[in-house]
């Protein structure tokens, strides 16, 4: 049974499948000619694309992977958690803001092209983030990690915004990154101060999902005053997503424990089919389906799918011992934070060479095709740096 809890591969291979259909959707964001239930619905619909879902999946594998990591890092001491907590979040919020200044550089007013800069930014975060646990002698570990800090100065110092009111390295959004970062923090220290006590994570799901409730319709004005103390968390949703995954995960270590995983199964399917139903009674009171505008029917229905998918996981995986079939994928579900960074170092490269498909795989059912080479083709790079031991880790 240590083992299995060692490493579950039923997380590995759904956290695999998010990080491909990440890439793939992020891709194809924009391709003319493509079905829109792919993509992103637009801010004022009431609609969910398949790109919707693909956060909300992420933030739920994050939540399921905390409790296995700090049964994994025990050993290294208990008190010594929360650092890991705080220096792993930091890294992540630090990051997706840094990055988000990327939509107004000003390439006019600065000294370096936008992919340039962005290029060697990214380069930066791998020189600082790399994991140079093995690198000998530590002098080159200190060195390259040095010149890491050194390039990202000088990018910030090179930068310039198109915003006159933030003419330098501001503050605009969290990003993708950061909002998984306070997501993070937040559900990490939850189930570390509450020694993993099941009630209090299904308490603390619950909280959140009714905190955005509120946050969207005031219908529970006994929340109201918590929001001006926990503004950080925003308004609820991410931290509902990855507070839903910790509570499987608990529920899993314990059902693991006792040899009755198949209760598990049967009680996400069961739970799902609750979150199907409030979500889609919320949906027509008011707010409709909206990832834009984090709304109540928006998680509820999200966290209800991804019950569905991980459960199927946990059948192919975990019982029929199938995990050989998403090997092909792996690299995404071992080495996940580099297969999110290495498209960053593609595109600048790609945008600088000016370099355009030919009109076939530029939209339609050739356009769909030339993403999932894409997303396939990033896993793969992201495993052939795995295996000459480049890899980041926070």
């Known amino acids: 049974m240590s083992t299995l809890l060692h490493r579950v591969r039923s997380i590995d291979a759904f956290r695999a499948v998010t990080m491909f259909l990440m890439i793939f ?14 993509k992103h619905a637009p801010e004022n619909a009431d609609a969910l694309g398949l790109a919707d879902t693909i956060f909300p999946a992420f933030l739920f594998i994050v ?3 905390i409790p296995f990591a700090f049964k994994n890092r025990l050993h290294q001491g208990y008190y010594k958690i929360p650092w890991r907590i705080a220096t792993r979040a930091a890294a992540l919020i630090f990051i997706g803001v840094y990055f988000t200044n990327a939509e107004t550089y000003d390439e006019a007013g600065s000294l370096l092209p936008r992919p340039v800069w962005e290029s060697l930014g990214t380069i930066s975060i791998f020189l600082i983030f790399l994991d140079y646990d093995n690198e000998k002698p530590a002098w080159r570990k200190h060195l390259l990690r040095g010149l890491g800090v050194v390039l990202l100065i000088i990018m910030s110092w090179a930068y310039k915004s198109t915003d006159p009111a933030h003419p330098w390295l501001h503050f605009s959004w969290w990003g993708i990154l950061g909002l998984i970062g306070w997501a ?3 559900c990490a220290l939850i189930y570390y101060y509450s020694d993993g006590q099941l009630w209090i994570q299904a308490a603390a ?3 959140f999902m009714f905190f955005n409730i509120d946050f969207h319709f005031g219908w529970f004005d006994f929340l109201a005053p918590l929001q001006n103390y926990v503004w950080i968390a925003g308004n609820g949703a ?3 997503f990855t507070m839903a995954g910790v509570f499987v ?15 598990l199964w049967i009680g996400m399917l069961l739970m799902s089919v609750i979150l199907f139903n409030l979500g889609f009674i919320v949906r027509y009171i008011a707010g409709g389906i909206s990832k834009i505008r984090d709304t109540p029917a928006w998680v509820l229905i999200c966290t209800a799918i991804s019950l569905v998918v991980y459960a199927g996981f946990i059948f192919i995986v975990d019982f029929k011992k199938k995990y050989h079939w998403f090997k092909v994928i792996e690299p995404a579900g071992i080495a996940t934070f580099t297969c999110y960074i290495v498209p960053g170092i593609f595109y600048p490269i790609y945008e600088m060479a000016d370099i355009e498909y030919p009109q076939l795989l530029s939209q339609g059912t050739g356009g769909i095709i030339k993403c ?8 793969w790079f992201t495993g052939l740096l795995d295996k000459v031991n480049i890899r980041l880790k926070i």
């Open 249 to 263: 995960a608990v529920l899993y270590m314990r059902l693991a424990e006792r040899n009755e995983l198949k209760l």
């Open 184 to 186: 993070y923090l937040i």
């Open 25 to 38: 959707v992020n891709d194809i964001d924009g391709m003319p000619n493509t079905p829109e239930w792919i």
């Open 372 to 379: 999932i080479i894409f997303a396939f083709a990033m896993i």
């Open 238 to 240: 991410m931290q509902a």
């Open 205 to 207: 799901w619950l909280f």
């Open 63 to 65: 939540g399921l992977s």
